[in-house]
Every structure is written in C-alpha cells, then in structure tokens.
C-alpha cells in the first residue's frame, strides 16, 4: 500500500473518531477514487499514482468552486472550497516560480529542446518533477514560451 493512501486511511479514521462529517465525505471520496483505479486496471497505485488522482479531484473541485460562484451560490462553493483544503493537507509543498523555471531551464538544456515539436520531450520530464506542487496548465505555458524565444 502506498504511503500516501495509508496516510488517508489513517485520517478517515481519525475523522470517524472526531465524528466529523465533512472531512470524513472528503477522505472516503479520495479513497473511492483509489479504490476505483485499484479495480479498473487491477493494480495497485504508487504515490505517484495517488498524488496525481489528488491533483485531479482538487482541480475539479477548483472547476466546481468557480462555476458555483458565477450562478451565485456561494454555500457550495465554500464546500468545494473546504474539500480543497482538505486534499491539499496531502499534497507536498508548492514550488516557487522561481523553482519552477529553474526546472523549466533544467528540462530544455538537459533534452535539448529547440522549438515547440520539442514540447512533449521537455513536459515528459517536468511532470513527475511537477506533479502536486504546481499547476501543469501554467507550467505548459511557461514552457511554451520558453520555446518559442
């Protein structure tokens, strides 16, 4: 079992012993998606696995958040807003810009990227160095300008 999903399993049942309700929908939801991918492809995920399917269900919560404010429905935007923080208490600690171009530099020096058909090589390295401490979507375009100078 991965280390990150033990640590979600521990801090389900620390909600249940707290009887809090809102973190333990969280937990059990994360777990379900873990769960769901254990069964679907019969494998059980690393912490690599685990912390991208984090990403993904904290970005959809983001998506949600943000579509719930332009209907004008705050209430569930602040649930999907405290379901993010629950998530992010697992992710590891968010890169700097500054990091962030640095691996950036780091990846196009070390595949000797030379314009955009060199893309797919140059984010093939970042993303693992990336994932759960930046935002892909603002990476790639960081990196496409980079290229593109």
């Not at 280390?3 to 620390?14: F, G, H, I, S």
């Not at 060199?118 to 603002?138: C, E, F, H, T, Y």
Request: charged share 35%.
């Amino acid at each position: 079992m991965s280390a990150l999903k033990e640590q979600l399993t521990a801090a389900m049942k620390d909600a249940m012993r707290a009887k809090d309700k809102a973190r333990l929908g969280v937990f059990r939801m994360a777990l379900a998606a873990i769960k769901q991918i254990e069964v679907d492809e019969r494998i059980e995920p690393d912490d690599e696995r685990v912390l991208a399917l984090l990403d993904k269900l904290i970005k959809q919560r983001k998506d949600s958040a943000t579509q719930y404010r332009d209907a004008d429905r705050a209430d569930l935007a602040e649930v999907e807003e405290a379901e993010i923080a629950v998530l992010q208490e697992f992710l590891p600690e968010p890169l700097t810009d500054a990091e962030i171009d640095a691996l950036i530099d780091d990846a196009v020096s070390s595949t000797g990227a030379s314009g955009m058909q060199d893309m797919g090589k140059v984010m093939g390295i970042l993303k693992p160095q990336l994932q759960g401490r930046a935002d892909m979507g603002a990476a790639s375009g960081k990196v496409r300008a980079k290229l593109n100078s």
